[in-house]
């Protein structure tokens, strides 16, 4: 896969530190990107099954309440 950089230029007000903009702002698509391959890998995934056989299996082994 290539990469492409681009430039992006925020005005922001002078009070606002801008070397911390600039960690606030990488973290936040760091973030998004993450939040974006979970869903994807979340497609098709029967969350409720996965739920009842969790259940199943703290019942078989007495773990109550161990959420």
Do not use: A
Not at 43 to 64: M, P, Q, Y
């Amino acid at each position: 896969m290539t990469t492409k950089t681009i430039t992006l230029t925020f005005e922001i007000p002078e009070f606002i530190d801008k070397n911390k903009f600039k960690k606030e702002l990488e973290n936040f698509i760091k973030k998004k990107i993450l939040e974006e391959k979970f869903y994807k890998l979340m497609e098709g995934v029967d969350v409720e099954k996965i739920e009842k056989e969790c259940e199943e299996f703290r019942k078989k082994f007495k773990l109550r309440n161990f959420d």
